[in-house]
Structure formats: C-alpha cells, structure tokens
C-alpha cells in the first residue's frame, strides 16, 4: 500500500477512536454509495446524525486541508448522506463535519474537529 494510503487510512482511525472518546457511536466507515463514499458516520447521544469528512495531511506546509472541501465535495457528501438516510430509513437532524490530522504517523498526528463545517449548499433556479 502506498504511503498516503496509508497514512490516510491511519487518519481515519484515528478519526474514528476520537469521536468514540467524545460519546458517539460509529455506524459505518467507509460507506459507498455508487462512486461516493463518506469517510464516517457516527451517531451523536442527541440523536444527531453525523456525516464525517476526514483530510489527513502528512505536513501543512503548503497546504490548507480545509480548501479540499470544494463546493463539489460538499454535493457529493449531501447527496451521499441523503442516500444513506434514505436506505437506512432514518429520522433525524444530518450534520456535516471535517476531522483534518496533519502528521506522519498516528503518534504525531495533531487532530482538528470542525463541527457543522459546513451546511448543504443551496440551489437557486430562475
């Protein structure tokens, strides 16, 4: 596996075990639907839905992880998550955070959590 096949799939681990430690429970990482994917989502006691986009980063040197998240990224999360809801058949309120990890290893990774990063864009039609 390549080094930032790797090192990506250490972010979301360790993604993953920080919202474990802040009371969520993990539905799916990793979870498909046709040619998008959400990276986690987790479930929040307040029966919050949880759509998690992970950037990890070995170094920010020259790059802000937060300018990955284009407004294309945003659609195919939105309609990633609708499809999600609708094959779970859920009920309940969706929210769309960003975990970014800069870092070369688990034990170096400085983790930023972003809650509500973003809310679904909106279309205008004239």
């Known amino acids: 596996m390549a080094f930032h096949n790797q090192l990506g ?10 919202l474990i430690k802040q009371g969520m429970t993990i539905r799916e990482t990793n ?19 949880h759509i998690v986009e992970v950037k990890t980063r070995a170094s920010d040197a020259h790059f802000d992880p937060m300018r990955s ?5 945003m659609r195919n999360l939105v ?5 999600y809801v ?12 960003v975990i970014i990890l ?3 290893s688990p034990d ?17 039609y004239r």
Request: net charge neutral.
């Open 31 to 49: 979870w498909r639907l046709n040619h998008l994917e959400i990276d986690i989502v987790a479930q929040s006691a307040d029966r919050v839905l």
């Open 69 to 73: 998240i284009t407004r294309q990224k």
């Open 79 to 83: 309609n990633a998550a609708n499809g």
């Open 9 to 18: 799939a250490a972010g979301e681990t360790a993604a993953t075990e920080f």
């Open 102 to 104: 800069i870092g070369s």
């Open 108 to 124: 170096s990774f400085k983790l930023e959590y972003y809650p509500n990063a973003f809310y679904p864009p909106l279309r205008t």
């Open 86 to 97: 609708n094959y779970c058949r859920l009920q309940m309120p969706v929210q769309y955070d």
